[in-house]
Every structure is written in C-alpha cells, then in structure tokens.
C-alpha cells in the first residue's frame, strides 16, 4: 500500500499539467488519481477529503465531458476561457462559507476527524475550484492557489508527506495555471 500515495501524486501532475495545457485529458488521468487518493485520505483520517475524492470522480467526468463539447480558440485549437463575474465571487463565498460550516460540523459530531473544520473548509473550496475549472473560468486558479497553500498545512500535519510535496507543486502550478490562463483570455 505504500506506492499508492506516491503514485496518485505523480498522476496528480500529470493532470494538472495537461489541465494547465487546456488538454481534456487531464481529466481521465484525474479520475485515477481521486479514486487511488480516496484510500490514502481514508487511511489518514482526513474524511472530508475522501469524500470530496468521490465527488471529484463525478466533477472529473463532468469536466470531461463539458470541455469535450466546449468551443475552442481558433487560433490554437485548446479550449475557450472565460472569467467570472462579481456575482459568481458573491456566491463561490457564500457557498464556500456555509460548506464549511456544514460539512464541519457533521465531521465534528458524527466522525473522529483528525481536523474536522479545516478539512470541510479545503474540501468545499477544492469543490467549487474543480467547478469553476470545469466551466473555463479563469479564476479557478485563485481558488486553488488559496486551498493548496492551506493543503500544505494540513497535508504536513497528517503526516502526508508525499501529498505535502505534491500540493506543494500543485501551489506552483497553480500559479502557472493562473498566470498562462490569464495571458488566453
């Protein structure tokens, strides 16, 4: 059981990377990777994780799908971006804030999560992330720049040190995603 968590990390990159290159197979490689993070998270403790790794089989499904059907840029043949609208920001807050609060009080009360709150807040940030991902928008990146600072954080204290360097990267790439996304749009 070892190589699962270094080998969804690894898969990890190689979706980002491709996801960062607007190429949709980042996301076939993606639903690998949650599926395999499913078990490390379990093993962990870390239940909000694990279940935002389900979820995210269906969004990497879902973004498949999506980015399959979406225009692309004539220019270079990779999906069409957008951006987000400051209602769009009012309601990713909203949601991001009464997700939190929900999901950590469930993990609070009815499991022995290691860090209940903290875990709900990064699971529904990285949800709504994949959501805005999925949809084009741009701004996803800032979401995931937010969430994968506080991974760093949470990752390291579980003792999750494979995941600790790939959210790591993730950060970096996130700023590569961001600032690449940003230069098409």
């Keep these: 059981m070892a190589y699962i968590e270094p080998l969804a990390a690894l898969l990890g990159l190689w979706s980002v990377w491709l996801i960062i290159r607007r190429n949709v197979w ?14 490390v998270f379990y093993n962990a403790r870390l239940y909000s994780d694990m279940l935002l790794q389900f979820a995210f089989v269906a969004f990497q499904v879902h973004g498949w799908v999506h ?10 043949r990779r999906i069409r971006l957008r951006r987000l609208s400051a209602g769009q920001w009012v309601l990713t807050i909203i ?29 529904t940030v990285s949800l709504l992330a994949q959501w805005w991902m999925n949809r084009r928008y741009v701004e996803n990146w800032l979401l995931w720049i937010a969430v994968d600072a506080v991974y ?4 390291g204290t579980q003792q999750l040190y ?8 993730f950060l970096i790439m996130a700023v590569w995603g961001w600032r690449t996304w940003r230069k098409r749009i």
């Design 26 to 39: 980042g996301f076939p490689i993606g639903i690998i990777m949650v599926v395999m993070y499913a078990w």
């Design 67 to 76: 980015w399959t059907r979406s225009p692309v840029d004539a220019d270079d």
């Design 95 to 123: 949601v991001g804030v009464a997700g939190t609060l929900a999901l950590g009080t469930v993990m609070s009360a009815y499991t022995n999560a290691a860090i209940p709150f903290l875990d709900a807040g990064t699971a």
């Design 152 to 155: 760093l954080y949470q990752y």
């Design 162 to 169: 494979y995941t600790t360097a790939l959210y790591g990267i």
